[in-house]
């Protein structure tokens, strides 16, 4: 009786750590799928679309706000695509994106077409790569100030062995 006790607690619990297992997959998805969406400009940069993944962020993790005057998110599961890894969530008052697992500046420059800049941002970025999004995502003008909506992927000092990719609204002077 004690055995078959025991074996029904085993199977039970077991059960429902598969399920366990199962249900951060699926609740995975979307958060990486809405993470890596909101760094690669999917939806373009807005108040609206920030506040959407703030949220998505503040529901799985408390931030780190003592680097770059941003708060970075340490997410509990790791989120991919494209051979992008991740497991950092990035807000700063311009830019909403995830940091990437290694210096990969390069390869995200290569897979999402983004082009050299010619700054380093004051010393702070050590390899560069952005893109200006096509006309038709932009905002209306006046509604967020002169600027534009860019992909960006930076490297540098300040954040050694990761790489931003980030959806950054760059104001115009």
Not at 5 to 10: L, N
Not at 24 to 42: I, R, T, Y
Not at 53 to 68: F, G, H, Q, R, V
Not at 72 to 101: C, H, M, W
Request: charged share 20%; glycine share 8%.
């Amino acid at each position: 009786m004690h055995n078959a006790k025991f074996i029904h607690y085993a199977a039970f619990s077991l059960g429902v750590a598969i399920a366990a297992f199962q249900a951060e997959g699926v609740m995975a998805a979307p958060a990486n799928n809405k993470f890596f969406d909101a760094a690669l400009c999917k939806p373009p940069y807005s108040m609206t679309s920030t506040m959407e993944i703030y949220d998505a962020a503040e529901a799985l993790a408390k931030p780190n706000t003592s680097s770059l005057g941003a708060a970075i998110y340490k997410i509990p599961n790791q989120i991919g695509r494209d051979g992008f890894k991740s497991t950092e969530v990035f807000f700063s008052s311009n830019a909403v994106g995830i940091l990437v697992e290694g210096e990969r500046a390069d390869d995200l420059a290569a897979k999402y077409g983004l082009k050299p800049e010619s700054s380093d941002l004051l010393g702070t970025s050590t390899k560069g790569y952005s893109r200006e999004l096509p006309a038709d995502q932009q905002p209306e003008a006046g509604l967020a100030g002169p600027g534009k909506i860019w992909i960006v992927a930076r490297q540098g000092e300040a954040l050694p062995g990761k790489t931003l990719l980030a959806c950054e609204f760059a104001q115009e002077f």
